[in-house]
């Protein structure tokens, strides 16, 4: 919907509080000249003032699991400000409810509950894949042991396994032998898991802002050279970045995904491996092999990373997208990388904290600790730093990753001397210790 000469569109934001840097997604739609209203849980008066600012209302919660409040909500904020034009939440575990509220109060300017399958179910996922010619790991939806061991005779081990709806590399773990297979369906989750092949690869995304026509306006994405399930299950040192130049065979096949799966109006995030070996199924070491879609940006701060690494406001560029269907505020780049490092405090790193401050302080652009609700995920402190080069880049994340050698005690010479006292005492007391036992 394209805003018409003197019309303020009403646009409901979903949780405009949480995560923090989404209230950046609310100023700028204001600045856009948008009536920008907020349903969430937090209480109004724990809102930023910068928030407060860019909220025409904030209608609170008590609990956003809870449909008939926010149907209520919605409809309150509809009753008081007219018909809603856009009601978004751009956070993957919303997706669904966001689509629902739509349908019942007749937005169109969004995902449908019709569209939820395709991009909120991984087993979905595979057939868009195919439409798109991008080929993606063979997979099996978990019903009971004989046909999970059928399925890894084809596949082999490792596997791993996930629930087929969910958020991040939350509850995913890496089976490599038959006695974790057993161990998983002893505790089998009641919710539908998927098994997949294991993939060796390096995880890249395609990253962009897309409007309504389906032509993507800005286009990015990012690497992570450590697996995140790993990260999250073993508290793995975390590293992730946004790439100065998004490779042209990984922009083709977002491109073409965004067709496949029907992209509109969004910001999205596109989840692929890059094989590290060549696989008989998938293709040859380098290839593009299909991973997730995810119909939202790309979680916690990466689009403050993609500000960063391209000097732009990709908030406001997603404000623009929404309402003009095309770039007002568009800024020239200049590219660089930004790296994400996440630390964990039982991690006994080389360096320090306040060592890192000092030694790269021109490079950070953000050096804090993260509240728990977060630090489960992406580390206990978080580093954010801009460099021009990877090598730079590399050189940071060794520095800040590196762990301090275990300190070895010199063995201190024991003379000879001493030794043969020792041992005489010794015979002296086995003497002492057999007297004993022969009077007893």
């Known amino acids: 919907m394209r805003r018409e000469r003197n019309y ?9 509080a949480f995560p923090g840097n989404y209230e ?21 008066d724990c809102l930023s003032p910068r928030l407060k600012s860019a909220l025409t209302e904030y209608y609170r919660v008590e609990n956003m699991e809870n449909y008939d409040e926010m149907f209520r ?27 629902r509220l739509r349908e019942d109060f007749h937005i169109t300017t969004g995902l449908q509950p019709k569209d939820m399958d395709l991009i909120k179910y991984k087993s979905k996922m595979k057939a868009g894949y195919e439409k798109a010619g991008i080929p993606c790991a063979r997979y099996h939806l978990i019903s009971d042991l004989t046909s999970a061991q059928n399925f890894i005779r084809e596949v082999g081990y490792p596997v791993i396994v996930k629930p087929d709806c969910g ?16 161990d998983f369906f002893r505790h089998l989750p009641s919710i539908p898991y998927i098994m997949e092949e294991y993939v060796s690869g390096e995880i890249c995304s395609y990253d962009a802002i897309v409007n309504s026509k389906g032509t993507p306006l800005f286009e990015t994405g990012n690497i992570t050279p450590i697996s995140i399930m790993d990260c999250v299950n073993d508290h793995n040192s975390i590293k992730f970045y946004i790439v ?10 977002g491109r073409t995904c965004l067709k496949a799966f029907k992209v509109r109006r969004r910001f999205v995030h596109l989840e692929f491996f890059r094989l590290l070996e060549d696989h008989p199924y998938l293709g040859k070491k380098g290839q593009i092999v299909g991973l997730e879609v995810n119909m939202r940006p790309s979680g916690g701060p990466t689009p403050d990373m993609i500000n960063f690494a391209y000097n732009i406001n990709c908030y406001q560029y997603y404000a623009d997208m929404m309402i003009y269907d095309k770039l007002r505020h568009k800024t020239k780049t200049s590219p660089a990388f930004c790296v994400y490092v996440g630390r964990w405090k039982e991690h006994p790193y080389a ?27 992406m580390g206990n402190y978080m580093y954010l730093a801009r460099f021009e080069s990877k090598e730079q880049m590399d050189t940071f ?35 002492i210790s057999q007297k004993g036992s022969e009077n007893s």
């Open 24 to 44: 950046n997604f609310c100023v700028a739609l204001k600045a856009n000249g948008v009536n920008v209203l907020g349903i969430g849980d937090t209480p109004y």
């Open 8 to 16: 303020m569109p009403n646009f409901i934001f979903i949780s405009p």
């Open 244 to 253: 100065d130049q998004l490779a042209e065979d990984l922009k083709a096949c």
């Open 351 to 377: 360096h320090t904290h306040q060592e890192i401050l000092e030694h790269w302080d021109k490079y950070l652009k953000v050096a804090e600790e993260l509240p728990e609700v977060l630090a489960h995920g």
């Open 397 to 431: 994340c060794q520095y800040a990753l590196e762990i301090k050698e275990p300190e070895v005690l010199p063995e201190i010479p024991v003379k000879k001397t001493t030794q043969v006292r020792k041992a005489a005492g010794a015979k002296r007391s086995s003497k």
């Open 73 to 99: 909500a919605v409809a309150f904020l509809s009753f008081h400000h007219g018909k809603i034009d856009y009601l978004e939440s751009n956070n993957e575990y919303w997706l669904t409810q966001d689509a």
């Open 167 to 182: 958020v991040g590399a939350n509850d995913t773990w890496k089976l490599t032998c038959e006695a974790e297979l057993l």
